[in-house]
């Protein structure tokens, strides 16, 4: 059983940064897409980030191209998701997820994954 644990969460100013990170356990990160999917309240899902089973593809959502960037280190096991340039919209529940595909699937009802995290609060302040 896969199981997903992030970290790095916390409050910040409007244009700070900070560094999530996705401690992965029953498995290792190289063998799975792994990605990154944030909820704030009252709103669906949203898809941030991934990083194919290769490491060689990473894809982003539009909003946060160029502020994000989502990395792994196979040593260590875990994915990171470093967001720069931080807004007021950003601020969400950010969750790290996994796919036993090679590239994250897309469907109408968004991004599939087969294991999440309990997620980590990201709140962007003014």
């Known amino acids: 059983q896969v199981q997903l644990v992030e970290s790095g969460g916390g409050l910040v100013q409007a244009g700070a940064s900070l560094k999530l990170s996705c401690s992965v356990s029953?498995?290792?990160?190289?063998?799975?897409?792994m990605g990154w999917v944030r909820q704030a309240p009252g709103r669906e899902r949203e898809f941030v980030a991934s990083i194919t089973r290769s490491g060689d593809n990473r894809h982003y959502f539009d909003a946060v191209k160029g502020r994000f960037t989502i990395s792994r280190d196979s040593a260590k096991n875990t994915v990171y998701l470093q967001m720069n340039s931080l807004k007021l919209e950003d601020s969400a529940v950010y969750y790290c997820a996994a796919s036993v595909h090679g590239t994250v699937v897309f469907t109408s009802a968004g991004p599939v994954f087969d294991w999440w995290g309990q997620g980590t609060q990201v709140t962007v302040s003014s």
């Open positions: 029953g498995g290792t990160v190289s063998d799975y897409a």
